[in-house]
């Protein structure tokens, strides 16, 4: 019962999203090693752990690496993060709803179902999985060492595959709402009871935006997406599902410039929105505004230890996952700022 009890509750905390994440890694944090270890997961080792590959991520490219490392012997170890980049293991894929573009789902999946069936077979060819956040690398020397708060380890090859985290917008009131009303994670946040029923903001032209919107309608009573230019670059598919929801409103050449609070001193009680082309400012009384305005790749925790590019992701070698460093290898989103996918990653 102990076993089901603390399973339950490691999968209940790597579904977790901000809103409800903070208190319940607060609340569980003291179970979280029980809980590792129902989970399949290794405890903390005493010393420094000796591997021939270490991988550091936990989304579509962390567990190709450790299937594919399992499979061939190597006895990889692979860091999957305690809510690293304020995201579940499993990384953005536990994010989002339907997997309607993977191949071999007709019918699609869950993210969040995905990703732990990715799990499931990196642990089936006996990856070990540390959850817990990588803080520190060295790679100047070798072996490679990989810290974590409470493991090391001494690695002869290290696979970086930390992807990339969801940009925020910063402007008056931006950091008051934050997890008040503001998100960047519809998918996540938008079914909480404060939405329901009420008006709803997107922020952003892309595809995410997109999804997002549509989403959102499932609680929202109306839906704006406000665009900082008068056309999207989102996919022709994406567009025309949002453009023809009769509860979806663009707002174009727009930006949000402050968000204020309601007449209750409660979350979110609306933003105000300027237009790029004549100044104007509007109000919009939202209860809800969300950004999906692109990502920032994980590659802080690497403090110029490997070659990045002007935006921050790592640099491979062109057609490889070749770095700067010999012997460490960089996949998935963290190293692809263009197609971004699970299938490229
Ligand atoms: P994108 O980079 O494609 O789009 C980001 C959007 O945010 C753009 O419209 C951009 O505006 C806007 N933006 C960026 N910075 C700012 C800012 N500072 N202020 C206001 N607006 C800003 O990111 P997405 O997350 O939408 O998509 C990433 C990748 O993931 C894409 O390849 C996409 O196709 C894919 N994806 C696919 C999905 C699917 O097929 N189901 C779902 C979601 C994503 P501007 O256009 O002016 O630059």
């Known amino acids: 019962a102990l076993m089901r009890l603390c399973s339950k509750l490691a999968a209940l905390l790597r ?14 944090s003291a179970t979280a090693t029980a809980a590792a270890a129902a989970n399949g997961m290794e405890e903390a080792a005493a010393g420094p752990l000796r591997t021939r590959v270490c991988i550091i991520g936990s989304g579509p490219a962390a567990h190709t690496a450790a299937v ?4 061939a012997e190597l006895k990889p170890v692979l860091f999957e993060g ?20 993977f191949p071999g789902f007709p019918d699609g999946i869950l993210g969040i179902d995905l990703m732990d069936r990715c799990r499931a077979q990196s642990v089936r060819f006996g990856t070990k999985i540390f959850s817990e956040t990588v803080t520190s690398v060295d790679f100047s020397s070798r072996p490679f ?7 090391v380890v001494h690695a002869d090859s290290v696979v970086v595959a930390t992807g990339a985290v969801a940009r925020r917008l910063h402007f008056a009131g931006s950091d008051a709402f934050w997890n008040r009303g503001i998100s960047a994670c519809a998918v996540c946040d938008g079914a909480a009871p404060i939405f ?17 919107a549509n989403f959102l309608t499932k609680y929202g009573s109306r839906v704006y997406i406000i665009h900082r230019r008068d056309a999207f670059r989102a996919s022709k598919i994406m567009q025309a599902r949002a ?73 491979t070698k062109p057609g ?26």
């Open 82 to 101: 305690w809510l690293a980049n304020d995201i579940a293991a499993g990384g953005q894929l536990t994010t989002t709803t339907d997997v309607e573009n």
């Open 15 to 28: 579904r977790s999203r901000p809103f409800a994440a903070a208190t319940a890694a607060a609340s569980v």
């Open 243 to 315: 453009l023809s929801n009769p509860k979806i409103q663009v707002v174009w050449d727009s930006e949000v410039v402050e968000a204020y609070g309601g007449s209750d001193g409660g979350p979110l009680g609306g933003v105000k929105v300027k237009n790029l082309v004549t100044g104007e400012v509007s109000d919009f009384q939202v209860a809800g505004l969300f950004f999906a305005i692109g990502h920032e790749p994980a590659t802080k925790f690497l403090a110029g230890q490997l070659e990045l590019d002007s935006e921050g992701y790592v640099a």
């Open 320 to 345: 490889s996952t070749h770095t700067s460093v010999k012997g460490v290898f960089a996949a998935g989103d963290v190293q692809d700022k263009k197609y971004r996918q699970w299938t490229t990653a």
């Open 68 to 71: 594919y490392a399992a499979r």
């Open 145 to 151: 060492r990989v810290s974590s708060s409470d493991t």
């Open 196 to 212: 329901r029923n009420k008006p709803i903001a997107v922020v952003g032209g892309g595809d995410s935006a997109m999804e997002e």
